[in-house]
């Protein structure tokens, strides 16, 4: 098993920015996919960023140049730093861990930004 905690989400203006942290714990060494999902009300969830295990990034074409995801292997952390915000970023904002036959979500923060 692997637990997933999200946090740094809340309300910002347009333009502004924001740091998403997830932390793991638990069976972490088979994870070979990290990535960051976001669901607005009323839409399916899509795929934000992604980093594998060998430091392969994937990100939204929404969001290229805006977003980065990195990692701290030390710390256990996903981070996702989250740069000229946009109102149309508001959602739910999910971490996720992929490992083989296995899937992990968090329980999501919430991102807001006004505009």
């Known amino acids: 098993q692997v637990q997933l905690v999200e946090s740094g989400g809340g309300l910002v203006q347009a333009g502004g920015s924001l740091r998403l942290s997830c932390a793991t714990s638990g069976s972490i060494f088979g994870i070979n996919l990290m990535g960051w999902y976001r669901q607005a009300p009323g839409k399916r969830r899509e795929l934000v960023a992604s980093i594998s295990s060998s430091g392969r990034i994937n990100f939204a074409d929404s969001v290229k140049g805006r977003f980065t995801i990195s990692r701290d292997n030390a710390k256990n952390t996903l981070y996702l730093q989250m740069n000229s915000l946009k109102p149309e970023d508001t959602a739910v904002y999910y971490c996720?861990?992929?490992?083989?036959?296995?899937?992990?979500w968090g329980q999501g923060t919430q991102v807001t930004v006004s505009s």
């Open positions: 996720n861990a992929k490992s083989t036959g296995y899937d992990y």
